[in-house]
Structure formats: C-alpha cells, structure tokens
T-cell receptor, first 113, second 112 residues
Framework: AQSVTQLDSQVPVFEEAPVELRCNYSSSVSVYLFWYVQYPNQGLQLLLKYLSGSTLVKGINGFEAEFNKSQTSFHLRKPSVHISDTAEYFCAVRGLGDDKIIFGKGTRLHILP | DGGITQSPKYLFRKEGQNVTLSCEQNLNHDAMYWYRQDPGQGLRLIYYSQIVNDFQKGDIAEGYSVSREKKESFPLTVTSAQKNPTAFYLC???????????FGSGTRLTVV
C-alpha cells in the first residue's frame, strides 16, 4: 500500500518570495506522483505529474517538482509566488498497477502582502 | 467542453433524510470516484467504479451507497446511517490506463 505525508499543514510566504511545499511518500512498488491545487469551494486541478523519465517536472502556473527516489520525496517549488497562488495544495501517489490515487492531507499556502 | 458536472453545488438536508449527489461526466472515462473532504483531513475515498454495473468500497463507505448504471453517471447517496454527513464531496474520473484524475467542482452538503 502507498501513503503520502505532506510535512506542513500551512505555509506562509511573502509575495514574490520562493516557496517549497514538501511531500514524502511510501510505497513498495514503483509510483506515479501528482500535485493538485484547490481554490476555495472548488474541485482539484492537476498542477503537474511524474510518470517516468526526467525527475524534474514542470507544471502550470510556474510550478515545478522534483522526484527524488532515494529520499522518496516529491517537493513542489515556485521561484516567485503571487497572491493568486493562495490555495490548498495536495500531493498524491498512485502505485504501479493500482486502481486509485492516495492523497496527502494538503498544505495551505498563504501569500503575505 | 468535456468535463465532470456535480450538482447541486450546495445542498441542505434535515438529519435522518437520505440525499443523493449527482455526478455526470462527458469525457468517456471508464473509472469514477467519490471522495469526501473535511478540513485538515485531505481527501478520503468513499466508493469507486471502474466499469458499468460494478463498484468497490473505499476507506469510508459506511453510510453511503452508489450505483453505476451508465458510464457517464455515478450518483452517491448519503443515507441516514452516515453519522456525520456534513462535508464537501468531490467526484472524479479517469480513463483506463492513464494516471491522473479529472475532478468535478464539488457539492457542499450541510445536514441540520
């Protein structure tokens, strides 16, 4: 079985500063990894995904994530945040051959003016 | 445009009443999922279905029921047996063999 740990429940950061949202996973098989974003009272939207190949994955809205197999991590980064990035971010994992995705508990990103 | 439609967006019900949440997709996706979201708890899987007329329980199926009579539709019934039904409910779908979900915009259920 897989599990996902998002290490921070809330992350405050000043506008135009860089941010990193941390995610660690556990799995006995190969995995696919995802980051989703949720704006208030809306569904989740896919930011980026790692399926195979290059460990640095670029997504929408200037976000990127790096898959680190040895550290079982998939941290999300953005070099300069904007007020519109205020949202909740979910890391998720799907094991090879599994029929469902397991989500972390989410990290709320607060952008400070 | 293709997508997933959840209706209604907000739903109020009295305690003890059953209520059905709608989820319809026109993406021709095979698999559909229902998640419950509570503050600080992330998404918890209620039920999922990979083909018509078949579905499996997720982690928190007690007090819920589903049906999958058509590929496009996967309604969720919250029964009176669900002890704490007030939550945000999300429906998702994915084609067979691909890896990420497409989500609907959610239904916020409040039981009073």
């Amino acid at each position: 079985a897989q599990s996902v740990t998002q290490l921070d429940s809330q992350v405050p950061v000043f506008e135009e500063a860089p941010v990193e949202l941390r995610c660690n996973y556990s799995s006995s098989v190969s995995v696919y990894l995802f980051w989703y974003v949720q704006y208030p009272n809306q569904g989740l939207q896919l930011l980026l995904k790692y399926l195979s190949g290059s460990t640095l994955v670029k997504g929408i809205n200037g976000f990127e994530a790096e898959f680190n197999k040895s550290q079982t991590s998939f941290h999300l980064r953005k070099p300069s945040v904007h007020i519109s990035d205020t949202a909740e971010y979910f890391c998720a994992v799907r094991g090879l051959g599994d029929d469902k995705i397991i989500f972390g508990k989410g990290t709320r990103l607060h952008i400070l003016p | 445009d293709g997508g997933i439609t959840q209706s209604p967006k907000y739903l109020f019900r009295k305690e003890g009443q059953n209520v059905t949440l709608s989820c319809e997709q026109n993406l021709n996706h095979d698999a559909m999922y229902w998640y419950r979201q509570d503050p600080g708890q992330g998404l918890r899987l209620i039920y999922y279905s990979q083909i018509v007329n078949d579905f499996q329980k997720g982690d928190i199926a007690e007090g819920y029921s589903v049906s999958r009579e058509k590929k496009e539709s996967f309604p969720l019934t919250v029964t009176s047996a669900q002890k704490n039904p007030t939550a945000f409910y999300l429906c998702a779908s994915t084609p067979t063999g691909t890896y990420g979900y497409t989500f609907g915009s959610g239904t916020r259920l409040t039981v009073v």
